[in-house]
Structure formats: structure tokens, C-alpha cells
């Protein structure tokens, strides 16, 4: 579980890093048509095919879609970003494609966040339950008492 957790989390490094280096600019084979965000990233497992080969649902960005838009065509284009629960979608439809890169910013820096946080306790408290299995004894450990003699 937790390597699961880890990999989300290099995942999201990844896309956010993608976006602050500018890898939302035009694709060099298909220059007249907009890169998706998301959608066109290497953490997309749809990434370069016109037909998705792949079910959305074992993407990574998955848990964050609200159950109301996981039928969408780009489910991932409908996780709220933002306290006014703004997504991808809602800012393409108004044309601002600046505004849906940095809230998607604005997200990732928060859910990384979040993420690493959570890490951090999970990583910590399995490190605290291996020291005490270790500090104890057999019987303390399992939960006996020893009798005395």
C-alpha cells in the first residue's frame, strides 16, 4: 500500500513538473490542435493513441474524479481543482487555457501535499510498530503475559 501511495505521488511529481516546463505546448506531428492537459502526458496511459486502449479507471488520477463524471469521455478533465470546484473542463469551455494550467498547478501542489503527508504518518507508523515488535519480547510482542514463577 504504501508503495502504491509513493507512486502516486512520483506520478503527480512527474505531471507537475511536465506542466512547469512547458510540456502543454503544441505537439511537433499534430501542431495545429492543442495539447490536452492530462490527456496528452506521459503519465496518461492513453498517451498517442487516438482510441483509448486502456480503461480509465486504472489510471492514477481514478480516485480523484467525482463519481457523478467517471462515465465522461475524459473523466480526469472533471476533478475539481479548486475551492469553486472548477475543472479542466469548465476552463476550456471558457477558453482560459492559462488559468486551467495553473489551477491543475494549484492542485497538484496540494494533493502532493496531501499525499506526502500521508506518506509520512503511514512511513512512520509502521517504522514505530516494527521498532516496538523488535524492543519486546515474544510474549509481549504477541500480546501474552509471562507467568511468573
Not at 479548486?82 to 476552463?91: K, L, P, S, W
Request: charged content about 35%; some cysteine.
Amino acid at each position: 500500500m504504501a508503495d502504491d501511495l509513493r507512486d502516486l505521488i512520483d506520478q503527480l511529481k512527474l505531471e507537475r513538473s511536465i506542466l512547469r516546463d512547458g510540456g502543454y505546448g503544441r505537439s511537433v506531428r499534430t501542431p495545429m490542435r492543442a495539447e490536452q492537459l492530462f490527456r496528452d502526458s506521459i503519465t496518461c496511459l492513453n498517451v498517442g493513441q487516438t482510441v483509448r486502449r486502456h480503461p480509465c479507471s486504472d489510471c492514477i488520477l481514478w480516485e480523484f474524479v467525482p463519481k457523478e463524471r467517471l462515465e465522461e469521455d475524459i473523466p480526469c478533465h472533471h476533478i475539481p481543482l479548486n475551492d469553486d470546484h472548477e475543472t479542466i473542463t469548465a476552463f476550456e469551455d471558457r477558453g482560459d487555457r492559462e488559468a486551467a494550467e495553473q489551477a491543475l498547478l494549484g492542485w497538484l501542489d496540494r494533493t502532493i501535499s496531501k499525499l506526502e503527508e500521508e506518506w509520512v504518518k503511514r512511513h512512520t507508523l509502521s517504522s514505530e510498530q516494527h521498532r516496538m515488535g523488535d524492543t519486546l519480547g515474544p510474549a509481549e510482542s504477541s500480546g501474552c503475559r509471562g507467568v511468573e514463577e
